[in-house]
Structure formats: structure tokens, C-alpha cells
T-cell receptor
């Protein structure tokens, strides 16, 4: 597709369940970011990939959060043993086509809304 | 500390009135500033960047380094401008352009 695609769009989990959120970035984009957006807040940085390398995971709130991008394209954000405070919209964004200047513009998916009961 | 402050959670104006969405920042170094917009039921998208110094949909924003501000302005608001607006900054060095975001301002343009 032409844009960033995320799935599922909505996920309800019971506390303690594991969840996996998928992001399919724009084809050819080098950079991939995950953000967490709680209700009424701005997005908060979670992690950054350059191709398959996870270069920055400083925003991951705990070791229950894990992200991967094994082939430098699709990425998965996994949350283990979900807690109520994990309820948020998880945004994926990609940018920077190889061979072109890195303008810093991010292209966002529609987000995955996670509700932990 | 690196921070973006948008002091207004909600801004309500009438169609045709001027609008200014405020953004102040704190950053050690030379940041790049952005405005992103989210229309109802749509994804976040870039509105404008300070580096490009362009006007998009009638909006402009000037980086004021002395006041560390990057306010978004439009002389005559339109109903279709109603949306959530986020100010964000990133460092310029390297390729990890992770953004620091404000809380957002919800703009309502009334007929």
C-alpha cells in the first residue's frame, strides 16, 4: 500500500496477556519509529529502527516491551504481561527513502488502540 | 530538559478570525521544529517544518530563537482547519530524528 499500515486497529486484552502490534511501513523507508500516545497526551517516543537495527530503545517503559524489525521492513511491537497503564494508542511512523535526503518528516499509521482491562 | 509546551488545550475561534496556536520549546542545541496536524478520523500528518519556511493551507510558523517559540498562525481561519495540532522538535544531528511532542491544541473553528 501507499501508506503506513498498522494492525490490529483495536485490541482489548486482559491484564497479564501478551499482545503483538504490527507495522508495515512505506516501502523503502529506512527509519521506523514507535510512539505511545496516552489519552489527552502527545505521542511519546518508544524506539527507533534504522533498517533492521534497533538503534534507540530508550523510550521503552519496561522490559515487558520488545520491538523487532528483522528484515528491515515490517516491525512488531510486543508487550508482555500487559498492565492497565499500557492502555494507549501505539503509533508507528516511517521516514527517509534510501538515496534521498532525510528531511525528518514522519509518515504515520493510523495507530493501534490497546485497551487493557 | 528537552520539552515542548503548548499552553492551550483548546482554542475556539470563529470562521474568518485570525488564529495563533502557541508553542514554546526548551532544547540544548539547535533543534528542528515541526507542526503536525490530525484531522478527525485521520492519521497524524506533517503540516509544516521551520526549515522549509513555507506556507501550507494558509498557515505559517516562524522560529523565534530568542523567545524559543514556534507559534502557528493563520490570518483567516476556515471551518476545515478544525483539528488537533501538535508542535514537535527533533535534533538535527544524525538520522534518529525522534520527536519530542507537545500535548497538542484542539482547534475548533465555528461557523
Amino acid at each position: 500500500g501507499a501508506g503506513v499500515s498498522q494492525s490490529p486497529r483495536y485490541k482489548v486484552a486482559k491484564r497479564g496477556q501478551d499482545v503483538a502490534l504490527r507495522c508495515d511501513p512505506i516501502s523503502g523507508h529506512v527509519s521506523l519509529f514507535w510512539y505511545q500516545q496516552a489519552l489527552g497526551q502527545g505521542p511519546e517516543f518508544l524506539t527507533y529502527f534504522q533498517n533492521e537495527a534497533q538503534l534507540d530503545k530508550s523510550g521503552l517503559p519496561s522490559d515487558r516491551f520488545f520491538a523487532e524489525r528483522p528484515e528491515g521492513s515490517v516491525s512488531t511491537l510486543k508487550i508482555q504481561r500487559t498492565q492497565q497503564e499500557d492502555s494507549a494508542v501505539y503509533l508507528c511512523a516511517s521516514s527517509w527513502k534510501q538515496g534521498q535526503p532525510n528531511t525528518g518528516e514522519l509518515f504515520f499509521g493510523e495507530g493501534s488502540r490497546l485497551t487493557v482491562l | 530538559a528537552q520539552r515542548v509546551t503548548q499552553p492551550e488545550k483548546l482554542l475556539s475561534v470563529f470562521k474568518g478570525a485570525p488564529v495563533e496556536l502557541k508553542c514554546n520549546y526548551s532544547y540544548s542545541g539547535s533543534p528542528e521544529l515541526f507542526w503536525y496536524v490530525q484531522y478527525s478520523r485521520q492519521r497524524l500528518q506533517l503540516l509544516l517544518r521551520h526549515i522549509s519556511r513555507e506556507s501550507i493551507k494558509g498557515f505559517t510558523a516562524d522560529l523565534n530563537k530568542g523567545e524559543t517559540s514556534f507559534h502557528l498562525k493563520k490570518p483567516f481561519a476556515q471551518e476545515e482547519d478544525s483539528a488537533m495540532y501538535y508542535c514537535a522538535l527533533s535534533g538535527r544531528a544524525g538520522n534518529n530524528r525522534k520527536l519530542i511532542w507537545g500535548l497538542g491544541t484542539s482547534l475548533a473553528v465555528n461557523p
